[in-house]
């Protein structure tokens, strides 16, 4: 993946967001970057998505330090606990850049009917990718709470009974379905990968089941929290050669019709259109704010709203774009 110009010039920058992030929607964002001094493009972009047919086939890496809790160094096979978390810690030389790693772990929940000892090599390809709730039913103990006991306690309360009120019985369903529910995630296993910022470690995103894979420049480290087991971590490093296949994913079109200087595409702006509306906020641009509030309460938006925006950028760009239709000569 060596870069055939250099950053300065062309670079491109793709964003995955979660439900959490306030401003941007769900999905993976790509924004493609040229500088001026390389002028209009002559085609739209055309994006290739790899291919990967088997992961174990994939060119990856190894090297990580485990720690606990305390900062000690650990290694494989890790047991993680609620009180006991672990990070992965990506070993890099100084102008190497991770941009996918991998989990290579398997939660308390999935353990079930596995072999518990962690000294057992598990199949990582064929980990499944359902998470099931425990069967409150089944007797088991964990941490001195007998789950049986938790779902039947409910029916032995007289819901007639004087002496019980509705509101003492609600707050005990409450109080039994949170316990249930905590307990639960308490079994599952919950990796956060980290890239560095500015100001500080920032999150690429959270996985709570397999396959526990994040894709991002510049990750540095992972960490693990929740119970289960841990084998170890795959990455990829930038520029480590991959034989990997490539099929055309979507276009990246100017909107415009072309003309002798550019190759456009039919209904070139309505694609445009259609793009601003998948892409539009959620919430307004703070920098189009008053008192700059935080991220998460700043004023709503919708596809009308950043039509309306983009809308009042077209004036200049329908302009520039009009030098397509001149033939300047060769």
């Not at 398997?106 to 000294?119: A, F, K, M």
Request: hydrophobic content about 40%.
């Amino acid at each position: 993946m060596q870069p055939f110009t250099t950053p300065l010039l062309f670079n491109a920058h793709a964003l995955p967001v979660d439900v959490n992030e306030p401003h941007a929607r769900v999905g993976s964002h790509l924004r493609v970057n040229s500088h001026p001094l390389l002028g209009l493009p002559a085609a739209p972009f055309i994006v290739f998505r790899a291919v990967v047919d088997n992961f174990k086939t994939l060119n990856t890496r190894n090297d990580v330090v485990f720690t606990d809790s305390n900062g000690n160094t650990i290694v494989p096979p890790i047991i993680v606990t609620p009180s006991n978390p672990v990070t992965a810690h990506i070993v890099l030389a100084a102008t190497e850049v991770c941009l996918w790693a991998q989990v290579e772990a398997i939660s308390e929940e999935d353990l079930d009917g596995q072999n518990p000892d962690p000294s057992v090599p598990v199949d990582f390809e064929n980990i499944p990718g359902v998470i099931s709730v425990p069967n409150p039913i089944r007797p088991n103990i964990h941490g001195g709470v007998e789950l049986d006991r938790l779902n039947r306690r409910p029916d032995t309360i007289p819901h007639n009974s004087a002496a019980v009120s509705d509101g003492v019985i609600d707050g005990i369903r409450d109080n039994i379905n949170d316990g249930l529910i905590n307990l639960a995630q308490s079994r599952k296993l919950i990796c956060e990968a980290f890239v560095n910022s500015a100001m500080g470690p920032a999150s690429v995103g959270t996985r709570s089941k397999s396959r526990y894979a994040f894709s991002g420049p510049g990750i540095v480290k992972i960490e693990i929290r929740g119970s289960g087991r841990v084998s170890g971590v795959r990455w990829i490093e930038a520029r480590d050669k991959q034989d990997l296949k490539y099929v055309p994913y979507t276009i990246m079109n100017l909107p415009h019709t072309g003309g002798s200087r550019y190759l456009s595409v039919p209904d070139a702006e309505q694609l445009a259109v259609q793009r601003v509306e998948t892409q539009a906020p959620k919430r307004q641009p703070l920098q189009e704010t008053t008192n700059t509030p935080a991220p998460n309460v700043a004023p709503l938006a919708n596809n009308a709203f950043e039509k309306d925006r983009v809308k009042s950028l077209l004036p200049t760009l329908d302009n520039d774009l009009e030098s397509f239709r001149l033939d300047f000569g060769p």
